[in-house]
């Protein structure tokens, strides 16, 4: 598996807006090919900025690669990134190839 993470400053003012665009939109990526799960997280509220980040799980890097290359993947972000900046800076992106899952008793929601 292979899991794609972006993390987030999100401006204190533009939380709302920058919450909405990320619960409201579609999501394409269930159509992509070795495509898992997408979750999107809130993290703490700093002095300057509240902490975001979303990630996605995939059955291999190179599912999430071709993801990237995909019409799929631009047709996703097309837009993205035009308008009033909701965040301090731009997103910091990691990429982790899971070496070992331990699941427990609980179903997770």
């Known amino acids: ?6 993390r987030f400053k999100v401006r204190l003012e ?8 990320w619960l409201e939109r579609e999501v394409l990526l269930s159509a ?17 900025y509240v902490a ?4 996605t799980i995939w059955t291999s890097r190179e599912a999430y690669q071709a993801w990237r290359q995909s019409e799929l ?3 996703a ?5 035009q308008g009033e ?4 800076e731009k997103r910091e992106f990691s990429g982790y190839d899971v070496l070992r899952t331990v ?5 997770a929601a």
């Open 73 to 75: 993947f631009h047709a």
């Open 85 to 88: 900046v909701l965040t301090i």
């Open 32 to 48: 992509a090919p070795g495509f898992l799960m997408i979750q999107f997280m809130r993290g703490e509220a700093l002095p300057d």
């Open 1 to 6: 598996m292979f899991i794609g993470m972006n």
């Open 52 to 55: 975001y980040a979303s990630q």
């Open 14 to 21: 533009k939380e709302v807006e920058f919450k909405s665009r």
């Open 103 to 107: 699941a427990g008793q609980e179903q």
């Open 77 to 81: 972000h097309k837009g993205m990134g």
